[in-house]
């Protein structure tokens, strides 16, 4: 159960005057590993079995240890409350909205990056201040599309489109020729449609996407990411390729509902692509397929991080904190049974990107941010109120695309490049 929940815009404002924090560093990670801590978990689903197995794994390995963890549902909206405490456990993963110049305030450091560069994926550029890791990625993703290969099959559709107008058609063309839904939005949640930011990257099959974001006055110009990406949504509600009432999509039900051919598409990280299969009728129905456009002749596709392990910076027992990330990034085998990218950069690619491979997708990781930039496009994202890892604003879209709201998608894109300058104007 991935799940972004609410990145608050007003986050980081929330915490900057919070003053929580930062202020109770207990010596770092040094020390004996023993005693009591307690992990919070997004993963409500799997917490009171496969989590459970971790918990006695480790508790073996390291007598005298025992791990206690709590399962949050809402994890972005209630974890960003409690960290205006110092009460938000030992170990957590990283909320999405808090940016870079924050992590110090909430986290300890794990190393530097040159120290985990060669064993780690994911540690040049993410959650990363002034050379210091704050974080180590649960499991790696790539981006593209889950869908029900049966379901397009019978649409007559056996290879991956290579434009947003083609994609459209094979759309058109699963709605026509069978009963699906060509494409679920999982617009209720919020957090599914956060998931498109993730091809930030991807279009453009550049590494420095995310550095040119933040120096760019008008990302949703045609021809650039933003415009492509949100363009593509707003046309696939707009010729009726969705579901019929967003406002009544459920997360839990759509696992299920593109594993029996009930839905033929998501867009989601290929983290979702073990849970899709696992609530599938065949699981070899389940497969990924790379965002629609190509560079050069190819597909590409982002290789990222998805949520970070990190230590509370208030924690008493910084010691066993850590060694319970080391032990569940190196050992746990999390990654590969979920169907990730391994962190641990001598772990081979999962056998659920065999579809990207297969079309000789070309994986990339984006470039780390020069310094004193880190963080900086988020940062211009959220000063807008345009909180461009939450779901809100392509929620507007959404509204717009189906009828709801009276916008064009022009005047959407207007008005977001508007915000958009304005904000990057505000941060120096």
Known sequence: ???????????????????????????????????????????????????????????????????????????????????????????????????????????????????????????????????????????????????????????????PPKTPTEFLAALTAIRDKTDAIPLYTNYKDAWPLSQWESFRGVVSGDPDAAIKLAKDDAPWAPGKEHHIIDSLIFDIVQQGLTEPDPTTTNWEQSKGMIGTGKVATMMLGSWAVVQMQDAATNKADIGYLPFPLQVNGKFHTVMGGDYKNAINVNSKNKATARAWIDWFTDESNYSVDQGGISTVISQAMPATLADLTAVNTEFIELSPAPKGEEGLADKIGNEAEIALNDGKYRQRIVDAARGAKKETKDEIFADLNKKWSDAKSRIK
């Not at 919070?18 to 307690?38: R, Y």
């Not at 992990?39 to 197995?53: A, C, K, Y």
Request: hydrophobic letters at 35%; a negative charge; proline letters at 3%.
């Open 1 to 159: 159960m991935r799940k972004y929940g609410i990145a608050g815009t007003a986050l980081a404002l929330l915490l900057a005057v919070a003053g929580c924090g930062g202020g109770d560093d207990e010596g770092g990670t040094d020390g004996a590993i023993s005693g009591e801590i307690t992990v919070l978990t997004q993963r409500t689903d799997i917490v009171n079995t496969v989590f459970q197995e971790y918990k006695k794994k480790f508790e073996a390995k390291y007598p005298g240890t025992t791990v206690k963890f709590e399962a949050i549902t809402d994890y972005e909206g209630e974890v960003r409350i409690r960290m205006n405490t110092k009460e938000y456990g030992d170990v957590l993963l990283i909320p999405n909205s808090v940016t870079d110049d924050l992590l110090p305030n909430f986290f300890e450091p794990l190393g530097t990056v040159d120290e985990l560069k060669d064993k780690y994926r994911f540690v040049r550029n993410e959650k990363v201040l002034d050379g210091k890791v704050y974080g180590l990625s649960i499991t790696g993703n790539a981006q593209g599309f889950v869908y029900n290969k049966k379901v397009w099959q019978q649409a007559g559709i056996t290879a």
